[in-house]
């Protein structure tokens, strides 16, 4: 039931974001949905053709994986643009951890919404990884705004609690 549930969710999404105008330089690897506030965004993983440079990656160490997605709108010129999404976890002995979910809004690079270590909370509702790298997952917190992000992150002052869930989809290329 839970792969129907993802297959609608997949069918829903791709439909969406092929209707946007996205340069033809860049393709879709993963579609996503965030709920932050009141506000939804309809999001794509793009891969850069022209630089052979996908926006999920995975890593390797030890005995666990990392992993990096950044989820974006489709901006100016059919480019990834703002805002985005950015969410990195990590798998270890079988098990996903949350480590980090940041969302760029138009208050920019140091100041995002954050939901990890730096600030609010987030976990799964629902995680599944095929082994060909296709994850399907959902999640749900509470952001915090930051400030001073790229050089010493803190929470923001008066920064009041965003509640969030995000669905997302994507084939995180191997390393």
Known sequence: MRYFIFACL????????????????YTVIGTG??????????????????????????????????F??????????GKPGSPFLQLTFQISKGQPDWVTAEFF??????????????AGTVAFTAFDISADNQVTASLAGTFLRLKDYTTAPAIA?????VPFTAEIMVNVPKP
């Open 10 to 25: 997949w069918a829903g999404l791709s439909a969406g974001a092929t209707a946007q105008d996205l340069n033809p330089r």
């Open 33 to 66: 949905t965030a709920h932050i506030g009141d506000a939804t965004h309809m999001l794509i993983v793009p891969y850069d053709t022209e630089k052979d440079r996908a926006r999920a990656k995975e890593s390797n160490f030890g005995m666990g994986r990392s």
């Open 68 to 77: 990096s997605v950044s989820l974006h709108t489709v901006g100016a010129e």
């Open 105 to 118: 809004d138009a208050q920019g690079i140091s100041a995002p919404l954050a939901a990890g270590p730096d």
């Open 157 to 161: 002052d008066s920064a009041a609690p």
